[in-house]
């Protein structure tokens, strides 16, 4: 499976080109599916409903399925949190994964980098940024890309894994 990153630190605009990417790519009859890091605490089930009444109850997995999708939610318990590979094995096979955030991680990645947030790049400490997608122009040693121009940034991914 291919993979391509978009890191950058908070505010940079990771999230708005993840979609904008996902939309362009699948647009040119890509499959793409995405994986979103979250450095925080987060669910997507509600207090009350049956599913969430499960998952309190002690249930380890809860499978939450109708005929328009179905999410399997896991609960680590004391468990530690899976790595991005392990995440990984459990997608469906497709043509492209966007992964939103772990920046550590050794896959390539094009880094959304917006002037207003003051903070630094981190492309030139990092090989694995192959590209940087910015709202201001930039001198480093690889591809700078406008933050708003997508489809150069889509031409760039698919040229990097091959698609």
Same mark, same amino acid.
């Given at each position: ?41 987060? !669910? ?11 998952? #309190? ?37 497709? !043509? ?29 400490? !990092?090989?694995?940024?192959?590209? #940087? ?10 591809? #700078?890309?406008?933050?708003? !121009? ?14």
């Amino acid at each position: 499976m291919r993979i391509y990153g978009v890191v950058g630190w908070k505010n940079a605009g990771k999230t708005g080109l993840m979609e904008r990417l996902v939309t362009e790519i699948t647009g040119r009859g890509h499959s793409v599916s995405t994986v979103k890091h979250a450095h925080h605490s987060f !669910d997507v089930d509600h207090e009350g409903k049956d599913s969430h009444r499960h998952r #309190v109850a002690g249930a380890r997995e809860v499978l939450l399925a109708s005929r328009s999708r179905f999410a399997l939610m896991h609960e680590l318990r004391d468990a530690s949190e899976p790595t991005l590979d392990d995440l990984l094995t459990r997608l469906s096979p497709v !043509d492209l994964v966007l992964v939103e955030g772990y920046k550590r991680d050794g896959h390539p990645k094009v880094e959304a980098h917006r002037a207003v947030t003051g903070n630094p790049l981190i492309a030139p400490d !990092d090989p694995t940024v192959r590209a #940087v997608a910015s709202d201001t122009a930039l001198d480093l040693d690889r591809p #700078v890309f406008d933050l708003d !121009d997508t489809r150069a940034i889509a031409d760039f991914i698919l040229s990097e894994v091959g698609l």
